[in-house]
């Protein structure tokens, strides 16, 4: 497919891909796909100002009628699959069924919020005094700026979007300065369920495109409450303090560096076809990529042998043709990244397999997964690469794995491969895992939009998606009425005048 044909379908017009100064470059080949306009901090300004006008509107729709604006973008959503998919693999470089997954995630979580648009409801609670009854109410809670990453340019996006907007909140979106074209896309998709949808108020949506500096008029703005930002702990840092300095939420979600413990007992087959999907899947530029294998020393040489068997034939090349398993890094100092990363395993006692450039689309950067044996956890291990390197080490018993499992900074997905009852519930259990997501028997990647999704430690506690993730968007008041002819004080205080 060229790549002009997958622009003119995801609804971008020249308008849009031209006179602008932000370039967007295909990480497939390289080639420039786009110039397109950035933002200033002014027009940022603008957009908020838009923003809180529309939330004191859409605040008062009730929440059913919110839900039916999503239940509409979904639908809208469905129609375009096919086309936004095929742009999120031109401008991040995924596979064509990674791209169309993840619009379809965008779909599920439209399809989750329309029901929790009818199910936006608090407690009852047992008041002490009599006469009195006490209940917690959900109201909106005011302009929500959503920071996305390069890796998933529209998925997180959506998980925020479709449960603010039935929450009763506008969002203002900063997309990665990589992938804005996706961004503006899925906002023409959005414009035809507004379209369809008929009365509500101008702004639900905006996208601000530029870099960090764009993103900093939202963080630093009293005016949005909720910043929700996705992307490395390096930006987290910096956004965390900035929004906790006037008092604003966030919710964070940050780098993660994904174990699977592998057990005596366990399936094999499965080990391995889900260790080469979590490893390699979008290039291992998943947050929830598998980065460490802590594998049981007695079938830790089988394992690594088959894993180099599957490495040596996967199919890497163009993201958009069939087949094709492992597609582009994302730009030029990825490739550095990945290359500085395997230099610094060698220099501590790795063995690397793999891991050089490889034959794809000239111009893109295409490199052959790695598989790096190591003698232990040491530094390059506990760092974040965002690449596909797979480190192996070994382990003799669980308490051994549990601990390596724990030992980094990070604390977002993790797993383990086991028949055996004991061992998986430890996993599970107050004294396993202490990632936000522990998985029983499939790889760490590929969540479903019904859990929550986010990590612990430096991945930023942030919780997103389903369960009770809604909240977020909204604020919580106690109610306590008094319907009695009395006026008793709680506590049993005497404060008589
Ligand atoms: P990045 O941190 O470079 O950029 C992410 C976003 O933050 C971009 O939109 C960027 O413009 C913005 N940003 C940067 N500095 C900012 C600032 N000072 N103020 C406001 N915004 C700022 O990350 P990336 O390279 O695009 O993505 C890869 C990283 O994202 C990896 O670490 C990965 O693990 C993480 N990630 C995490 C999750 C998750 O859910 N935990 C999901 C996807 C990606």
Redesign the pocket.
């Known amino acids: 497919m060229a790549h002009s044909d997958i622009l003119a379908a995801a609804l971008l017009t020249d308008a849009d891909l031209k006179g602008g100064t932000l370039e967007v470059h295909s990480p497939i080949d390289g080639a420039l796909v786009g110039s397109v306009p950035t933002h200033s901090a002014g027009d940022v300004e603008a957009m908020i100002a838009t923003a809180k006008a529309a939330f004191d509107a859409w605040k008062l729709v009730p929440g059913p009628r919110r839900g039916e604006l999503i239940r509409l973008f979904g639908e809208e959503l469905r129609a375009a699959k096919d086309e936004l998919g095929a742009l999120v693999t031109l401008e991040c470089g995924k596979i064509l069924q990674e791209g169309l997954g993840e619009v379809q995630e965008m779909i599920d979580i439209c399809d989750l919020a329309v029901g929790q648009s009818r199910q936006l409801f608090g407690l009852t609670i047992a008041s002490e005094r009599p006469g009195h009854s006490m209940r917690e109410t959900w109201h909106p809670l005011g302009v929500t700026g959503v920071?996305?990453?390069?890796?998933?340019p529209v998925a997180?996006f959506a998980w925020n979007f479709a449960l603010a907007i039935v929450c009763g909140d506008p969002v203002i979106w900063?997309?990665?300065?990589?992938t804005p074209l996706s961004a503006i896309a899925t906002a023409r998709i959005f414009a035809k369920a507004i379209e369809r949808f008929g009365d509500a108020p101008e702004g639900l949506l905006q996208v601000a495109i530029g870099?960090?500096e764009?993103?900093?008029v939202?963080?630093t703005s009293k005016d949005v409450p909720l910043i929700s930002?996705?992307?490395?702990?390096?930006?987290g840092r910096?956004?965390g303090p900035?929004v906790a300095e006037r008092f604003g939420k966030t919710v964070l979600?940050?780098?993660?560096n994904n174990a699977m413990i592998v057990a005596p007992s366990a399936d094999l087959e499965n080990a391995v076809r889900a260790i080469v999907f979590s490893a390699v899947g979008t290039c291992g530029?998943?947050?929830t990529s598998l980065r460490r294998l802590i594998v049981h020393a007695d079938v830790r040489d089988e394992l690594v042998e088959r894993l180099k068997g599957v490495y040596a034939k996967l199919p890497i090349g163009d993201p958009l043709a069939k087949g094709t398993l492992v597609g582009p890094l994302i730009d030029a100092d990825a490739l550095s990244g990945m290359e500085k990363a395997l230099d610094q395993a060698r220099a501590e006692g790795g063995t690397v397999t793999g891991g050089g450039k490889a034959q794809g689309v000239a111009g893109g950067h295409y490199v052959h997964p790695a598989i790096v044996e190591m003698p232990g956890q040491t530094d390059i291990v506990r760092h974040?690469t965002?690449a596909p390197i797979l480190y192996v080490m070994t382990y003799t018993t669980l308490d051994e794995a549990i601990a390596l499992q724990n030992d980094v900074p990070q604390g977002?997905s993790s797993c383990i491969f086991s028949t055996d009852v004991r061992e998986t519930e430890t996993f599970l259990s107050a004294a396993g895992s202490d990632c936000g997501i522990a998985n029983v028997n499939i790889g760490p990647s590929g969540a479903e939009i019904g859990g929550a999704?986010?990590?612990e430690k430096e991945?930023?506690g942030g919780r997103?998606s389903g369960s009770d993730a809604w909240k977020a968007y909204m604020r919580r008041q106690t109610n306590t009425v008094n319907y009695s002819r009395a006026l008793p004080l709680a506590q049993g205080i005497k404060f008589e005048i």
């Open positions: 920071i996305t990453a390069f890796n998933f997180p900063k997309p990665s300065e990589k870099g960090g764009i993103g900093e939202l963080t930002a996705t992307g490395s702990t390096r930006m910096i956004v900035k979600e940050l780098g993660g530029q998943r947050c974040e965002f977002l999704f986010g990590g991945t930023g997103e």
